[in-house]
């Protein structure tokens, strides 16, 4: 979030050139029309407070964009997972009600 679109594409094609069968694990930030409701207000808090330290959010990225820069930048194998399964699974039998944020995924790639 805090790359340029074509400083992430540079940084996935150094990664890309790694050794083969590595696997980055990274996350990426939602554009805000893809947060859900309840997360907007978080969501746009943080980019404020981001913002005025100097450090603006300047990159979001919808699932099919950040596969597709994966793919381009060599990753043979790319796969998307949503923070609502990320939630699911690691958060769902918590008592206390705490759950990430709807504004961040995961990418897996493989090299």
């Given at each position: 979030m805090y790359l340029t679109k074509d400083?992430?594409?540079?940084t996935l094609r150094?990664?890309?050139g790694l050794a083969p069968d590595s696997t980055?694990?990274?996350?990426?930030m939602l554009p805000p029309e893809l947060v859900d409701d309840a997360d907007r207000p978080g969501l746009r808090a943080s980019a404020e407070g981001a913002r005025?330290?100097?450090t603006p959010f300047i990159s979001f990225y919808t699932p099919e964009e950040m596969l597709a820069a994966a793919?381009?930048?060599?990753?043979?194998d790319a796969r998307h997972v949503s923070g609502a399964v990320l939630a699911e699974r690691y958060f769902?039998?918590?008592?206390?009600?705490?759950?990430p944020s709807s504004g961040e995924d995961l990418l897996l790639a493989t090299i």
């Open positions: 400083a992430t594409a540079a150094q990664i890309g980055l694990a990274m996350t990426f005025a330290s100097g793919r381009e930048a060599g990753f043979k769902a039998n918590r008592t206390d009600g705490l759950r």
